[in-house]
């Protein structure tokens, strides 16, 4: 009768831990959501680093055109056409 009673005891915990417990899957769900969340936080990191990149570029572009242009007035490179073909008298 003590063993009848030790088991039906020992059944009645394990139902009770299986009712009130975590099945894990919880867990599961739970490092899911915080990979999720590290993948955004790295993608927000990489595009912030991404847009700093492009305006650098940007600078950089804008002051090798500056540059260039500059360079164009003083050694007399243009876009238009001198007429070399004028009359001479």
């Not at 899911?32 to 700093?52: I, L």
């Amino acid at each position: 009768m003590k063993r009848m009673i030790a088991l039906s005891t020992v059944l009645a915990l394990g139902a009770i831990g299986m009712a009130c417990g975590d099945s894990g899957a919880n867990n599961a769900n739970k490092s899911n959501a915080n990979a999720n969340h590290n993948t955004n936080a790295n993608t927000v990191t990489g595009n912030a680093a991404n847009a700093v990149g492009n305006a650098v570029n940007t600078v950089s572009n804008v002051a090798g055109n500056a540059v260039n242009t500059v360079a164009n007035a003083v050694s007399g490179n243009s876009n238009t056409h001198a007429n070399t073909n004028v009359n001479k008298k």
